[in-house]
């Protein structure tokens, strides 16, 4: 079993900066790839970034992110992360963290997950 815990939400200004963190609670960190989901009110959760396990060779954005938000990775950490630039107000979300075998844009392809941390970002 994994256990997720994401931090770093908050209020933002558009145009501003968050950092969103998500610590995990396995000794086998490094073979999970792990996932971005977002979910706004009224909403479907929707695929943000993914990056593969290991050394995170692989990583994938939605559209709508790409260029402003950069995944990564620190295995000695445990922990995932979500740098947010130029936010814009369409962001605003509960952003939850998972973790899977693949870096897949699925959310039925991650087996763990977060709590969530809200995003607000005000225009």
């Known amino acids: 079993q994994v256990q997720l815990v994401e931090s770093g939400g908050g209020l933002a200004q558009a145009g501003g900066s968050l950092r969103l963190s998500c610590a995990a609670s396995?000794?086998?960190?490094?073979?999970?790839?792990m996932g971005w989901f977002r979910q706004a009110p009224g909403k479907e959760r929707e695929f943000v970034a993914a990056?593969?396990?290991?050394?995170?060779?692989?990583?994938k954005y939605a559209d709508s992110v790409k260029g402003r938000f950069t995944i990564s990775r620190d295995n000695g950490k445990n922990t995932v992360y979500l740098q947010m630039n130029r936010l814009e107000p369409e962001d605003t979300a509960v952003y939850y963290c998972?973790?899977?075998?693949?870096?897949?844009?699925?959310?039925?392809?991650?087996?763990?997950w977060g709590q969530g941390t809200q995003v607000t970002v005000s225009s």
């Open positions: 990056i593969s396990a290991s050394g995170g060779a692989i990583t």
């Open positions: 998972s973790a899977g075998p693949f870096a897949m844009v699925t959310a039925t392809q991650y087996d763990y």
């Open positions: 396995t000794r086998t960190f490094g073979n999970y790839a």
